[in-house]
């Protein structure tokens, strides 16, 4: 498990902030304003709008946060680099803003990840140092202070969470009438930035939902606890990598605290129900950008109501056709789809609830027994990671190409 960071105290992103981020993201050729698209069947009765981050040039929201984090940086910084640490998404956007300004990149990554991402990040120009996942911040931290890089963190940075409150600002633009916000959440930063934008803009009415994968409920268990808290990938575990973030960010967990109405869970067969439904409308996604079209589709947003004006946020298309297949066609696990027009209905607390067996998500929904006196799927122990499936993969490939050679 690694470390959480501590910090003495934590300053929210202001308006201002974010609406320069978005001004200068505005200006940034290596971000596009994405498309608020209507008409797509996820939930009768409801008035849904898509927000396709996934179209942009990196494939993900993460772009308009480092462009807001690298436009930081102060020249004297420049001149020795930059460091992070990522999976994916946050590695791709750091690497492409890195090559574009001439910058010296590392990219920490986890030892288990495919060597196409690893390879995707070295062919943007990065140094890609693997690392166990216990020992990411270490090795980050080694860089930050031993070479002077400036260290920008994948998710839990507040230039990073003002960049991302473009994406809300957008929202408001595009739909003013907005009645509920639905954002896939890992370690907090779009939520955090999309939820500010939001309500710092005006509106205190729109709700808006972090969506989380049941088998990683990081930000819901900090909820719960008051306080931060660690991701056990030994203890629970989900095929939405891109969600399982190793911590929720003292950062991004009070900005949640302050402007998220609600954490809401979703199981992987749901996440995969969710891509299946974007591909078949024409979008490859991954499952960890689909959360808040599993939230709709599944009924866990309370509330609801026909001709209810929802917006989710969708990103995230850097996905392999060996990933797409083990994650989304291949699972083993289905999830039924009963399209209604009812209201939801309202849960009895947000955030707190200890009651609900799938819902505004906490501990409890994660942990606990549910009333029919069997466990519910998504309290079982993980299935392997996509990461630890593509690592079986090539395993198998070479066994059989070992044997192949010795017969």
């Not at 902030?17 to 200068?24: L, R, S, T, Y």
């Not at 009924?299 to 297949?325: M, Q, R, Y």
Request: proline content about 6%.
């Amino acid at each position: 498990i690694m470390d959480i960071p501590q910090l003495a105290s934590v300053e929210l992103v202001t308006l201002g902030e974010i609406e320069a981020a978005a001004a200068a993201i505005a200006e940034s050729p290596h971000v596009i304003r994405t498309p608020l698209i209507a008409g797509y069947p996820i939930k009768a009765g409801v008035d849904v709008r898509l927000k396709i981050e996934s179209v942009q040039l990196t494939g993900s929201f993460k772009i308009r946060g480092m462009v807001n984090a690298f436009r930081k940086i102060p020249d004297a910084d420049r001149c020795n680099g930059v460091v992070t640490m990522s999976a994916g998404n946050a590695g791709k956007s750091f690497s492409t803003l890195a090559q574009a300004e001439g910058l010296s990149a590392v990219v920490v990554m986890p030892d288990s990840v495919p060597v196409e991402r690893k390879a995707a990040m070295e062919a943007l120009g990065s140094t890609v140092e693997l690392a166990p996942l216990s020992r990411l911040q270490q090795v980050v931290d080694g860089h930050a202070t031993n070479s002077a890089r400036r260290y920008i963190h994948p998710y839990d940075n507040v230039d990073l969470i003002a960049g991302h409150g473009s994406v809300g600002l957008e929202i408001l633009e595009d739909f003013p009438e907005v009645e509920v916000v639905l954002v896939c959440c890992g370690g907090g930063g779009l939520v955090s930035g999309v939820a500010s934008a939001i309500k710092l803009k005006g509106g205190d009415g729109v709700r808006v939902y972090a969506v989380e994968p049941a088998g990683a409920p990081t930000m819901a268990m900090s909820l719960e606890a008051g306080a931060p808290q660690s991701f056990d990938p030994l203890t629970h575990g989900t095929h939405a990598h891109g969600l399982a973030a190793p911590y929720a960010g003292p950062i991004s967990f009070e900005h949640v605290k302050r402007w998220v109405d609600g954490v809401l869970l979703v199981s992987d067969a749901e996440l995969a129900e969710a891509a299946r439904r974007m591909y078949g409308f024409g979008f490859v996604t991954e499952t960890s950008g689909c959360a808040g079209v599993a939230a709709l589709l599944f009924d866990k947003v309370p509330n609801i109501n026909p001709g209810a004006k929802v917006v989710v946020v969708v990103t995230g298309s850097n996905i392999s056709v060996e990933e797409l297949a083990a994650e989304v066609f291949a699972t083993t696990e289905t999830a039924s789809v009963t399209p209604t027009s009812k209201a939801s209905p309202a849960p009895s607390t947000v955030k707190t609830s200890t009651d609900l067996a799938h819902g505004v998500a906490t501990v409890a929904t994660v942990h606990a027994v549910h009333g029919d006196g069997g466990a519910c799927k998504d309290c079982q122990p993980p299935s392997l990671s996509v990461f630890e499936m593509a690592a079986a993969r090539k395993q198998a490939k070479a066994d059989a190409a070992a044997k192949a050679n010795t017969s």
